[in-house]
């Protein structure tokens, strides 16, 4: 491991595995090199990039003996992405493997040729990164996670917890591509639910302590967190914060409420990384970006956190505990 002049940079190469190959391992020749883009630091992602390496030697894949990892993590900041995917880009991979529309864009706007695979997205139509989820039609294929259209349910799982809130507060990332869609969402969920929406804009992560002192400034009783990169890297301090500040929040990932936040509602972060694999691995036996549909999540997991509830003062209604996939005590 060596620290490069752009930000973390990592070559995997495990080497042989002492125990004997699965039957369907690729057969020794060429060493293909996937080139690994988070949209953020790599520490606070590094269970999703080991799904990802989980489903590669699902599918036989062995670091150092077919493979290489070689990552580009943007340490400073998301401005580092475009240089860092150029630099994948020049060390000529096979496939670079990317997250969130941060993510995805460096990469488009570094290459055309090299196959792009998407773990995460909420949107690459919206947000103009392929022309379809059917036939993306260029070098970018991968996962969706349709946060825009989650949006609407999260806002009333939210309401049902804190039925008295009248209004209730909205992070925003303007620079998020996805945000525009999912903020339209929320607006539509809350006429239909009788509340009023307060954003809260957060351009960086010193911004997070004033927007929850604005949201309690204008009195919002509950919070939504919609899915960001920069909100899922300082998934800890957001938590932190909106304990703090006493205010119940939902999130779109899992991993917020196993640091100690209220409810989540969506897809599996870990489970699309390891799904990506399968398009790596088609990608490398001969399959063409432009002709892999684009898969979206059928199955959504809400998990609700009791013990934050009671510290909240709040009890979960029968018909959310029921409805549960995961409780934490």
């Known amino acids: ?78 401005e580092q992405l475009p240089d860092l995917a150029a630099e994948l880009v020049g060390l000529k991979v096979d496939v670079i493997v990317t997250a969130t529309e941060s993510g995805v864009q460096a990469a488009k706007q570094a290459t055309k040729a090299i196959p792009i695979v998407m773990a995460v997205t909420a949107d690459p139509v919206e947000t103009g990164l392929i022309a379809s989820v059917a036939r993306p039609g ?68 010193n911004d997070l302590e004033s927007a929850f002192q604005a949201a309690i400034r204008a009195r919002a009783g509950a919070l939504f967190v919609p899915d960001s990169a920069l909100f899922y890297t300082h998934r800890t301090r957001i938590v932190e914060l909106a304990a703090k500040h006493r205010l119940p929040a939902i999130y779109g990932i899992r991993e917020f409420v196993e640091s100690g936040g209220l409810i989540s509602y969506g897809a599996s972060i870990p489970d699309s990384y390891r799904r990506a694999a399968a398009y790596v691995d088609k990608i490398l036996k001969g399959a063409k970006p432009a002709d892999l549909p684009v898969e979206q999540p059928t199955k959504f997991e809400l998990v609700i956190n009791l013990k934050t509830a009671k510290a909240l003062g709040l009890t979960f209604p029968h018909s959310i505990l029921v409805r549960a996939d995961h409780v934490i005590q």
């Open 1 to 78: 491991m060596r620290i490069g002049r752009l930000g973390l940079v990592v070559v995997v190469a495990l080497g042989i595995l002492a125990a004997p190959l699965a039957a369907d391992t690729q057969p020794p020749g060429k060493v293909y090199r996937i080139g690994i883009l988070p949209p953020g630091p790599i520490s606070p992602r590094m269970h999703l990039w080991e799904a990802f390496r989980q489903g590669l030697r699902e599918l036989g894949y062995v670091e150092g003996l077919n493979i290489t990892l070689i990552i580009r993590s943007p340490e400073r900041g998301p």
């Open 138 to 205: 260029s070098n970018i294929t991968g996962l969706s996670l349709i946060a825009p259209e989650l949006t609407g349910k999260r806002l009333e799982l939210l309401k049902e917890v804190v039925p008295r809130a009248s209004r209730i507060g909205v992070l925003s990332v303007p620079a998020n591509l996805t945000s525009p869609a999912q903020m339209k969402q929320a607006e539509v969920a809350a006429r239909s639910l009788g509340v009023k929406l307060q954003a809260l804009e957060v351009r960086s992560p």
